[in-house]
């Protein structure tokens, strides 16, 4: 167990808060330390319900849970700041005290025909960027770390829905470098147009991403043709607070004035079977994580596009202008 859960920061942000109940976040990946850090809270004598909900990003902020339970205040684990909310959070970024020299060593091999990376790490190894630019410009490597672009709280912070900030350096660099997960480099390497390089120390892999960039892209065409030829559409708004990519009410607007007949789907969490009764829908559009439409094509039966995309169907937007915004 290497995570660091910044207790010294944590105790001492309780103990200048002083709430009564909190609502305590965990990622998927953290779920299963509940109970240490149940302790933490007991201690402190501060009555704690832990949400049961997936918590993928900070796109998640527990508000109407933590209403509900009558909590105070919410405690979010695993995740930077990435959306006001109109409720007291605390962030606990999380820590991973890994040593990370043996997978940057076998990194180099990987892209060693290349000298300026830029750099994207997830926030779990944020307190050791310094130490891994430091390791690459030993290595004789020219390292720029991606703009802190849209909601990311850092720069060089990578989210799954934001990679504006690696779109900004791309032309200085001649790949990049993800330290984070596979989620983390196949948005990237959908959304820029060089190599990308994942080091995934859970794994224990580095992985050159080349050729997911092709295939996405055609699965993002067939799914954009789709809607072009639905008759019935239904338009997808999730409940959570953070994932909002879009205005539904302007696409239904464009949807209907090309004659297509539309549903207005509101839900929590989107999931293959929650859709699966909307039997004659022809192609959904979403407006929550555009990660859904993008990375779970195989999972639904019908198409699903994300907002930019569903602009390109419409033909207010080109194929090529979303190449260049980046199709996440
Ligand atoms: S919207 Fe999706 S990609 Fe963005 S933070 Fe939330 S779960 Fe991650």
Redesign the pocket.
């Known amino acids: 167990m290497t995570f660091n859960f910044e207790t010294d920061y944590l105790v001492k942000e309780l103990k200048k808060i002083k709430p009564k109940k909190v609502l305590v976040q965990l990622p998927e990946g953290v779920k299963q330390n509940a109970f240490e850090i149940a302790k933490i809270f007991e201690d402190l004598k501060i009555d704690t319900v832990f949400s049961g909900e997936t918590c993928?990003?900070?796109?998640?902020v527990g508000v109407e849970e933590a209403k509900s339970v009558n909590a105070d205040l919410i405690v979010h684990f695993g995740?930077a700041k990435?959306i006001d909310v109109d409720f007291p959070v605390l962030y606990i970024e999380v820590r991973d005290e890994l040593n990370l020299t043996p997978w940057l060593k076998k990194s180099l091999k990987s892209f060693e025909s290349f000298k300026k990376i830029g750099l994207s790490y997830s926030i779990q190894h944020r307190h050791d960027i310094g130490k891994v630019i430091e390791f690459y410009e030993d290595n004789g490597k020219e390292v720029i770390l991606s703009d802190k672009k849209g909601?990311v709280a850092y720069e060089g912070h990578i989210?799954?829905?934001?990679y504006s900030g690696l779109k900004s350096i791309e032309d200085k660099v001649d790949c990049f470098v993800i330290l984070g997960n596979n989620?983390h480099s196949m948005?990237a390497a959908m959304s820029v147009d060089k190599p990308v390089f994942l080091i995934d120390v859970y794994n224990d892999k580095i992985t050159n991403m080349e050729g997911i960039r092709d295939k996405i892209l055609r699965q993002r065409i067939i799914s954009i043709e789709k809607l072009k030829d639905a008759k019935n559409v239904g338009v997808i708004i999730e409940s959570?607070i953070?994932?909002k990519?879009g205005v539904s009410d302007l696409i239904i607007k464009k949807l209907k004035a090309k004659g297509k007949n539309v549903i207005l789907i509101t839900m929590n969490e989107l999931s293959p079977d929650k859709l699966m009764n909307f039997y004659y829908v022809d192609c959904f559009v979403e407006m929550?994580?555009?990660?859904?439409a993008i990375d779970d094509f195989a999972k639904y039966p019908k198409p699903i596009v994300t907002f930019k995309e569903a602009l390109v169907a419409l033909g207010e937007k080109s194929w090529e202008d979303l190449l260049k915004m980046g199709i996440?």
Do not use: D, T
Not at 56 to 60: D, L, M, Q, R
Not at 159 to 162: A, D, I, L, R, W
Not at 288 to 292: E, M, T, V
């Open positions: 993928w990003g900070a796109c998640s995740h990435f909601n989210v799954g829905c934001q989620f948005g959570k953070g994932q990519f929550a994580c555009p990660r859904i996440v």
